[in-house]
């Protein structure tokens, strides 16, 4: 079992930044990797970023140069750094981890909001 709890959401302006957490707990040695998607209304749950034990971060074209996906071993924490927020970013973010049995699990998500 995996507990993830994510941070760091809220109202931002267009241009804006904002940090999300996801701290990981539980069976944490048997992830493979971790990953931030977002499902805005009406749409589908989109995959963000990922990054995996070996650090190797991938990203979905809408966010590269904007979005910084990284992960502190020592606190169990993924982190996604999202600057130039524009108002198409307006998602609830969800963090996962990937088992190496190929399990997922999900946080409880966290509302972003660009708006001016």
């Known amino acids: 079992q995996v507990q993830l709890v994510e941070s760091g959401g809220g109202l931002v302006q267009p241009g804006g930044s904002l940090r999300l957490s996801c701290a990981a707990s539980g069976s944490i040695f048997s992830i493979y990797a971790m990953g931030w998607y977002r499902q805005a209304p009406k749409k589908q749950r989109e995959l963000v970023a990922t990054i995996t034990f070996g650090g190797s971060p991938n990203y979905v074209d809408s966010v590269k140069g904007r979005f910084t996906i990284s992960r502190d071993n020592a606190k169990n924490t993924v982190y996604l750094q999202m600057n130039s927020l524009k108002s198409e970013d307006t998602a609830v973010y969800y963090c996962?981890?990937?088992?190496?049995?190929?399990?997922?699990?999900w946080g409880q998500g966290t509302q972003v909001t660009v708006s001016s």
């Open positions: 996962n981890a990937i088992m190496e049995n190929r399990y997922i699990y």
